[in-house]
């Protein structure tokens, strides 16, 4: 069901995405005055789930999921209409438009994928507004897993600055040390400040990182619900039972119990709670995972959390600056791709992109993500390879530049070269999620 329901926003969100995208190209074709043949969401090869003829242009629903299309008469692309191109010029079809109205007819997925981003932020910030935790509101420090002790972050540091630079909000940390490249991470421990610097592996292993994050926010461990064969519930914990210790050793914080509980692997722990004003002492058999079966409460209950809340007028201008710093985030994304080690093996394909939807259906995360979605079809859309948008904005930039055209010939192998092109980071990205799958 989890996997369904991960499926269906993807194929929801794609829909969407590729709708407005091929739109885009549709209206600044329209206005002007090029003839558009074909529109479809998703590829139709072989056949189609549906299509009717309306004017000049057949509306379809291929059955291939990965993307879609408008076919612009007197356009080499990947339809590879050579046949067209052998006729002379109408006055209707893209090739006889000047080069600044071809430059704008290509942009215009790319553009309105960039605006219908901004909008879904807009949406988000008048309807939901936005919650965030302060860096000086997480009072018990950090909590570390493996990867972010071996980079030398220790549970109970309280990260204040990351290259000099003052933290404000505290889920940003993770985000910032990967994109800026963090050399140094300033942390108050013992009341001393120390600046621990980060290996020159350091961002490259968090960004193969899977699961949660190489720091949290250190919390207490009080028992808010529990796995159907949970033995914790077996043993008689129950939801609201602050847990604080193990065989008589005293544990503060959730990350602490956990690493404790490791060592207590298919044997029996006496495990101390809380209950009200009661102190109680209950047994539990330890599984061979080392887990009880317990949902901790979330940070929320212990830590003071901001909102923003915002009217639609004031949530315009957030939502599109919103936009533009996602949109500056991900080409920092892009970059640590060729400047970081081996960071080609997370690139992701479709089990990836889904994978990021949560497992219940949550409007907000949809939208969400959703918006990051659109402003990652723009910039890779925009990329200079042939057979992509920005590879034929790349030729028309060399046109207006140079006042010739490559020729027609040349157009149809830059085009069968960038459909290879594109082919083979498909079957790479969506490879390296099948090997994640057996790792």
Request: hydrophobic content about 45%.
């Amino acid at each position: 069901m989890d996997i369904a329901i991960k499926v269906a926003q993807l194929l929801l969100s794609l829909s969407i995405l590729v709708i407005f995208h091929e739109l885009g190209h549709f209206v600044a074709s329209r206005i002007f005055k090029t003839r558009v043949e074909k529109f479809y969401i998703f590829f139709n090869p072989w056949f189609s789930l549906f299509k009717f003829k309306k004017g000049e242009t057949e509306y379809g629903l291929g059955w291939l999921p990965l993307g879609g299309y408008v076919k612009i008469a007197g356009m080499i692309d990947e339809s590879m209409d050579t046949e067209q191109m052998k006729l002379p010029p109408q006055p209707w079809e893209f090739r006889s438009k000047p080069a600044w109205q071809r430059l704008i007819i290509m942009l215009g997925g790319v553009t309105v994928n960039l605006i219908l981003a901004g909008f879904i932020y807009v949406g988000i910030l008048s309807f939901w507004g936005e919650q965030y935790l302060l860096n000086s509101e997480v009072k018990y420090g950090i909590a570390v897993d493996s990867l972010g002790y071996n980079v030398g972050l220790r549970n109970g540091d309280r990260i204040v600055s990351l290259d000099g630079k003052p933290v404000v909000e505290f889920f940003d940390i993770p985000k910032q040390i990967i994109l800026e490249e963090v050399k140094v991470v300033t942390v108050e421990r013992d009341s001393q400040q120390v600046d621990v610097k980060l290996p020159a592996w350091a961002i490259s292993r968090m960004i193969k990182q899977k699961g949660p994050g190489f720091i949290s926010v250190r919390v207490p461990f009080v028992a808010l619900s529990f796995t159907p064969s949970s033995p914790a519930r077996a043993a008689g914990i129950l939801a609201g039972d602050r847990i604080i210790g193990i065989n008589d050793t005293l544990y503060n914080y959730f990350d602490q119990f956990r690493t404790a509980l490791g060592h207590y692997r298919n044997r029996e722990a006496t495990v101390t709670v809380l209950r009200g004003a009661d102190t109680l002492r209950i047994p539990v058999k330890v599984p061979a995972q080392g887990l009880i079966g317990i949902y901790p409460k979330d940070p929320s209950a212990f830590l003071k959390f901001s909102e923003r809340h915002y009217s639609l007028f004031a949530a315009v201008p957030a939502g599109f600056v919103r936009a533009y710093e996602s949109a500056g985030n991900y080409l920092k994304s892009i970059k640590l791709l060729f400047s970081q080690e081996k960071a080609y093996e997370s690139v992701g394909g479709f089990i990836s992109i889904g994978n990021i939807f949560p497992s219940v259906w949550d409007w907000e995360s949809f939208w969400s993500l959703t918006a990051f979605l659109s402003i990652m079809l723009a910039i890779l859309n925009v990329l200079p390879i042939p057979a992509l948008d920005g590879g034929h904005v790349l030729f028309l930039l060399y046109e207006i530049i140079f006042r010739r055209k490559p020729s027609d010939k040349f157009m149809e192998y830059a085009q069968i070269a960038g459909m290879v092109i594109l082919f083979g980071l498909l079957i790479f990205a969506n490879a390296n999620d099948i090997i994640k799958l057996f790792r």
